[in-house]
């Protein structure tokens, strides 16, 4: 456990946090004009290990060696030049501090970040933090790497848990949810809608998938998670014979095939680490890894029954109770990856230096027409 201290008067900034793994979702952004929740569990933390927010960077002025070296190895319409190692917490886990309300950046429904830390420590006015909660972006705080200390506290800490100690207690993140738009003159309402989460998990799991295929087709499993790949698998990469198979596999699950070629598994929410077969002495260790969110992975793995919905009947009046009118089943529209997180990740693989997949990064937005893949920011 840690709290992190002010590094220019050392007063505490934190509620006592442990640390856990980055969410794929972290950087997301969701739509349009969407309230999205906090990010983060109170009382962890995350460190992100790249740059990211202001002062931002073109990619003429950057160059390809430059970004090599960064971990990028395809162009992007520019990359951030702050100090890696941003520690993201929930908004509630702050303390002693007070916001900036000149640095409000080009917020729409709330802060956005863009104009670098608008949080500041309460007892000496140095800049620590940046608070965003604007719509469509995950409510954080982010905690300036070289404005603040990691201090360890004395409060016991048993370290992570063992993958079946994880299964045991893991929970699935449905891939359903209601998300609530922002207030407007008509009122707020909230729309039934697959998850920013599963999107977020699948744009990082397709780029991922597209380097396993070598070019290939690919197959994944009948049901939900042909609903979320195959669609965009179809669409990016050619038809015919010979393609590579993707199946679930992981933590308690049975051994995979010796004919399956990916492998789609879990990360543990606390390290990071990808379930790795060779670990569990599985068959599958020349199997490509394909990383998805344990709550992601568990539903795939245990899908639960859709949730029942009446057949007659509503609210009575003066009854504010939400389990009267329940949403559908299902959103009324095909699943779509989130260009953001996929191109976020498939640039940061060695082998989108291929040409075919550079190719698809340069024409992905035949795709998003075809409602396969969710429009990045901007584009």
């Not at 027409?369 to 920011?377: D, E, I, N, T, W």
Request: net charge negative; with cysteine; charged share 20%.
């Amino acid at each position: 456990m840690f709290v992190f201290v002010c590094a220019g008067c050392g007063a505490e900034l934190t509620a006592s946090l442990s640390q856990v793994a980055l969410p794929a979702h972290a950087h997301q952004k969701y739509g349009n004009g969407l309230q999205l929740p906090v990010l983060m569990e109170s009382g962890t933390f995350a460190v992100d290990p790249e740059p990211w927010g202001p002062p931002w960077r073109r990619w003429e002025e950057i160059g390809p060696d430059e970004a090599v070296a960064r971990g990028v190895h395809a162009p992007v319409y520019a990359l951030s030049d702050g100090a890696p190692g941003a520690i993201v917490i929930a908004p509630g886990d702050t303390r002693d501090t007070r916001l900036i309300p000149e640095r409000r950046g080009g917020a729409c429904c709330g802060l956005d970040g863009a104009d670098g830390p608008n949080m500041a420590c309460e007892a000496c006015g140095l800049p620590v933090a940046t608070r965003i909660d604007d719509c469509s972006l995950w409510q954080a705080v982010w905690l300036a790497p070289d404005r603040v200390r990691r201090l360890p506290v004395d409060i016991a800490d048993t370290g992570p848990l063992s993958w079946a100690e994880l299964m045991a207690v893991a929970k699935g993140t449905p891939p359903f949810e209601p998300v609530t738009t922002w207030g407007s003159p008509a009122g707020s309402h909230r729309l039934w809608s697959w998850s920013p989460q599963w999107e977020a998990a699948a744009g990082r799991a397709l780029a991922h998938l597209l380097v396993a295929s070598e070019g290939r087709p690919v197959t994944v499993p009948d049901g939900l998670i042909g609903d979320v790949f195959q669609g965009a698998i179809d669409d990016l990469l050619p038809a015919g014979p010979s393609a590579r198979r993707a199946v679930l596999a992981g933590p308690g699950r049975p051994a995979p095939d010796e004919g399956a070629d990916i492998l789609l598994v879990p990360t543990h929410p606390q390290t990071g680490q990808v379930w790795d077969p060779a670990d569990s002495e599985a068959p599958g260790a020349s199997a490509y890894l394909v990383p998805l969110p344990v709550g992601v992975w568990l539903w795939l793995v245990s899908p639960e029954p859709d949730l029942p919905v009446p057949r007659s009947g509503g609210r009575p009046d003066g009854v504010l109770r939400d389990d009267f009118d329940p949403p559908t089943s299902r959103p009324d529209h095909v699943f779509r990856v989130d260009a953001g997180a996929f191109r976020h990740t498939l640039v940061r693989l060695p082998a989108v230096r291929s040409s075919w997949l550079l190719k698809i990064l340069e024409d992905h937005t035949p795709h998003m027409r075809a409602g396969l893949v969710r429009p990045a920011p901007g584009s």
